[in-house]
């Protein structure tokens, strides 16, 4: 472990998207320092992330949510705070994806991927804003995409405008935020092998090596390059920084 | 979350400033061994301080701008600790004034110490890094080589080249798994920016923005981009402000 002291001991976690590999892997990295676990999905239970997080002796409490709807949100913040009293760290991570031309796109489908990422960001940060605020004291981490800064393939204009969306949002909140104590922060991963990188344009082992030789660093990304970025964002390692977005893609994108 | 600095050898340059002290000590409680490096004599303090964390540290007195003192002092690393690990490219000074009023010697100096330092070490310190197949160079440049204001030019673009060089660096050295990021801090605490013209150039009210950092809030973040924690963050920027420039 780390000398230093990254103040998440005790420290209760939203985890939005945490039955996913990504925020799956963040929720586990969470509780590896002794945060209490909020998993909020879409899923029926929240499968072997929320096994592993109670086999590891940590508090972790699965919340079945869809975070597009207000009041499903309103009701898993209240489960939450019904467990835990407190939310001192929210992870935005709830998040799919989609390909298709901008041409090509449907409305329905261009609605659907713009609610999960974005408008689900904006209800469960409007939703535990205010238990921050209380406490003057909190911490929002959000999973945007390194596609949201410069779209590098086509076929993810629904996606790319939501992931950008999210880090404006993100740096809306930061300045709203500020005064109260409360720091929002992003990470734009790049390429992941994850089955949502793989469904977004990178499917099989063949195309991620060849992704992977085009990377400086030689690989494409693992959801737990990620997470660990995630739990210095969300540790008193990062209390001077608000309003930014870390670009973990081994050096694809250099903004 | 394991760091992985156990062990590692840092170099560290501009060690007698208030932010690579701290980097210096940082590193040090994670663990490692840390040659800290100045155009300043070596701060006894210091090196007590880190060997009351049981590491081992050897303070170097350098022109950090002169490759044939700069290749002196990493041979005397390499003699003392077998090998480097990681490199900071702390090493930097401001000097006010508009630019008709500079005369070219000082923007010499100031680019000097900031921008050919980092090019200077980073040189010298490559091959080794190279040799182990992994590394972490960290450079600490400056939110205003990235938004500058009015009355520090060249100290502006000397970051900003900081910045750049990272980048190429990055590219350079990704095949041999060596990251290369920059730490952009706002206005720390002791420092001589002249912040009240930040604040008007970048369009928000100081009090918007919590307090001044700390070397300490700078170097926390320098620990991490220097550790296994970053290990997929390569060519990046890093800014530490407390919301102060939100790029």
């Not at chain 1, 880090?167 to 994850?194: C, F, Q, R, Y």
């Not at chain 2, 001044?212 to 981009?225: C, E, I, S, T, Y």
Request: include cysteine.
């Amino acid at each position: 472990m780390s000398a230093m002291d990254l103040g998440l001991r005790g420290k209760v976690a939203v985890v939005t998207g945490g039955a996913g590999a990504i925020c799956g892997q963040c929720a586990r990295r969470l509780a590896e320092e002794g945060c209490e676990i909020a998993l909020v999905d879409m899923a029926p239970s929240g499968g072997a992330v929320e096994r592993g997080i109670a086999e590891s002796g940590r508090p972790v409490l699965y919340a079945r949510c869809d975070v597009t709807q207000a009041a499903d949100v309103a009701g898993m913040v209240d489960r939450v705070l019904d467990r835990f009293g407190v939310i001192d760290i929210l992870v935005n991570g709830a998040g799919t994806t989609s390909p298709g031309l901008v041409q090509d796109l449907g409305e329905a489908e261009w609605d659907r991927i713009l609610d999960i990422n974005l408008k689900g960001t904006f209800l469960c940060s409007r939703a535990v804003i205010p238990h921050m605020k209380a406490r003057r004291s909190g911490t929002i981490v959000q999973i945007a995409s390194g596609l949201g800064h410069t779209p590098t393939v086509p076929g993810v204009g629904h996606y790319a405008a939501a992931k950008g969306g999210m880090i404006a949002l993100g740096k809306a909140m930061a300045l709203e935020l500020a005064p109260h104590n409360i720091t929002v922060n992003s990470v734009a991963p790049g390429a992941v092998d994850a089955p949502l990188g793989r469904k977004d344009g990178n499917p099989g082992r063949e195309q991620r090596l060849s992704t992977g030789a085009r990377i400086p660093l030689g690989r494409v990304g693992r959801p737990d390059d990620v997470a660990k970025v995630v739990v210095f964002l969300a540790s008193s390692a990062a209390a001077a920084m608000t309003g930014q977005t870390i670009f973990i893609n081994g050096g694809a994108l250099l903004p | 979350m394991e760091l992985d600095l156990v062990g590692k050898v840092a170099v560290v340059t501009g060690s007698a400033g208030s932010i690579g002290a701290r980097i210096v000590m940082r590193l040090a409680e994670e663990g490692c061994d840390v040659a800290a490096m100045d155009f300043a004599p070596p701060d006894e303090s210091l090196a007590r301080a880190i060997s009351a964390h049981g590491r081992r540290s050897l303070g170097l007195r350098c022109d950090l701008t002169q490759p044939s003192g700069v290749e002196a002092a990493v041979r005397r690393v390499l003699d003392a600790f077998g090998g480097i690990d990681i490199l900071i490219n702390g090493a930097g000074v401001i000097s006010l004034g508009e630019i008709e009023e500079f005369d070219a010697a000082e923007w010499d100096r100031v680019v000097g110490v900031n921008l050919k330092s980092a090019f200077v070490c980073s040189r010298a310190v490559i091959p080794h890094l190279k040799a182990r197949r992994a590394g972490k160079i960290v450079n600490v440049a400056s939110a205003l080589g990235h938004t500058p204001v009015p009355a520090a030019g060249p100290y502006a673009a000397a970051a900003a080249g900081v910045i750049a060089l990272g980048r190429t660096l990055a590219l350079e050295l990704g095949s041999h798994r060596i990251n290369v990021n920059t730490v952009a801090p706002g206005l720390v605490n002791g420092d001589s920016v002249p912040w009240h013209l930040a604040f008007t150039t970048w369009g928000l009210p100081g009090s918007d923005v919590k307090r001044a950092g700390l070397p300490d809030d700078v170097a926390k973040v320098v620990v991490f981009l220097a550790s296994s924690a970053f290990d997929y963050v390569t060519g990046q920027t890093i800014f530490v402000n407390s919301g102060a420039l939100m790029p």
